[in-house]
């Protein structure tokens, strides 16, 4: 089995080197300073932070320098190519951190985050580089009491609505692969708040974040399993530079964030862990351990997103223009194998899961239409006999286990991995999923 080194150089003059053997392969990292070719993920966001004149201090900035390294070796490596069974990968970092005692007490709780995480296997290494944190008068000063992650869907815009309504000024933090429908959906989203909340101090950041492949020699790596640890350190890195206690907080629906498998053939990539209470549980120790007292906040982690539709604090808002955000697992998907229910151009396919999901919300609200979808779902439809119809399939395979066989739900919600050890939140968890598979039962009838 291949084992990859991944080297984050933390300036130009950074010349830590790994020796490559037939199994140990070596990746590099550059910083915004490296040449040109190199600049795309790390460089467009360091230019950002430099630009808004954000000053994280320096465990933040080396979070985020981790989290860059991560999700560029998750990217370049296939796992059909370099993955145990297709799947799991040996990854060593080598980060350069400018306290390495509070790194090597977060070690633990960090390498066992990014395996839960990615289902891959992580070593941390870590070697001493200089401050570079920025005095403060020369940083940004505007007055930022939240930090919120914004991908673009439903729950986000819930969750930033909900924070403004209640009279925050917040910071949102974007990221997109490409200049596509993410990014269209974010910068729309974001001047809908604008305009909605003229009287609150709204300032966003939207991150390209994808590397390049220019002189990968490995291949490309279709999952992104570690996508979330990017957009938390994006995230992290914001609110420390508004204040050492100023909250991130990630917006998403309990059902989704515990993500319980529907069958048991879709333990893996079928279900990812990206706001699992194991993984954010897990992150809240590392940062604790570096001193970053900037606390990651899931407001709604106990309750299913039909739930956050009719709970919202702001109803007419929402109601008018939850259909401009995007849930989509493949948005604008233009199959040509399945006939389209709608020719216009919606953006949400309606056979994922989590549009499946997001149909469900919106039923329990009374907002569901067909017409803001793509595709149609139902036993007569191809994507039912198709290939894509298997989320639909499997959700009607677990609603109907689910009410065959009446488990116990908490046996249910472990099968994703482990709670944090309080045994009222067990029950809550508990009870979301069960509230959450509800409405996606009412929605299938």
């Known amino acids: 089995m291949n084992i990859f080194n ?21 990746i590099y990292v550059p910083s915004g300073n490296n040449r040109a070719t190199d600049k795309s993920l790390q460089h467009n966001i360091h230019s950002i932070l430099e630009e808004k004149k954000l000053c994280p201090n320096d465990e933040a900035i080396d979070f985020l320098s981790a989290a860059i390294s991560i999700y560029t070796a998750d990217q370049l490596v296939p796992r059909s190519s370099y993955g145990f069974n297709n799947w799991s990968r040996y990854f060593r970092l080598h980060l350069p951190v400018v306290d390495s005692h509070k790194w090597e007490q977060a070690k633990i709780y960090f390498e066992d985050a990014l395996n839960f995480l990615t289902g891959d296997h992580w070593e941390l290494f870590f070697r001493s580089r200089s401050s570079t944190f920025t005095p403060p008068e020369e940083c940004n000063s505007n007055t930022i009491s939240k930090v919120s992650l914004l991908s673009g869907g439903l729950d986000s815009f819930i969750g930033v609505t909900d924070l403004l309504a209640s009279g925050c ?49 490995y291949g490309k790596e279709s999952s992104s399993r570690s996508r979330s640890i990017l957009f938390i350190g994006l995230g992290i890195s914001v609110a420390n530079s508004y204040g050492d206690n100023v909250p991130l907080y990630i917006p998403e629906n309990g059902l989704i964030s515990l993500n319980i498998p529907l069958t048991h053939s879709r333990v893996g990539s079928s279900s990812t862990r990206t706001t699992h209470p194991h993984f954010l549980q897990l992150l809240r ?54 006939k389209r229910t709608n020719t216009n151009e919606q953006k949400n396919c309606g056979y994922c899961t989590p549009c499946i999901i997001r149909r469900a919300a919106l039923n329990f609200a009374g907002l569901d239409d067909v017409k803001h979808y793509v595709y149609k779902f139902n036993d007569s439809q191809l994507p039912y006999k198709d290939d894509i119809g298997r989320d639909y399939r499997a959700f009607k395979m677990a609603v109907a286990r689910l009410k065959k066989t009446k488990p116990k739900f908490s046996l249910e919600v472990l099968r994703s991995g482990p709670l944090p050890n309080k045994k009222e939140d067990l029950y809550k968890y508990t009870r979301v999923y069960e509230r959450g598979m509800k409405e996606v039962e009412e929605l299938l009838k």
């Open 169 to 217: 000024d917040v910071a949102l933090v974007g990221h997109h692969k490409s200049q596509g429908f993410e990014n269209m959906t974010q910068s729309k989203v974001i001047d809908l708040l604008k305009s909605e909340y003229k009287d609150r101090s709204i300032e966003d950041f939207l991150f390209n974040a994808q590397p390049i492949q220019h002189n990968n020699k």
């Open 285 to 338: 120790k590392a940062l604790t351990a570096l001193g970053i007292n900037n606390t990651i906040i899931n407001p709604y982690q106990f309750m299913t997103k039909g739930e956050m539709v009719r709970g919202t604090k702001n109803p007419q808002f929402i109601n008018r223009y939850f259909n401009e955000t995007v849930s989509c697992a493949h948005p604008n998907s233009k199959n040509v194998n399945v």
């Open 6 to 26: 991944i080297i984050y150089h933390s300036s130009s003059t950074d010349e830590y080197t790994v020796v490559e053997t037939d199994d140990a392969k070596s």
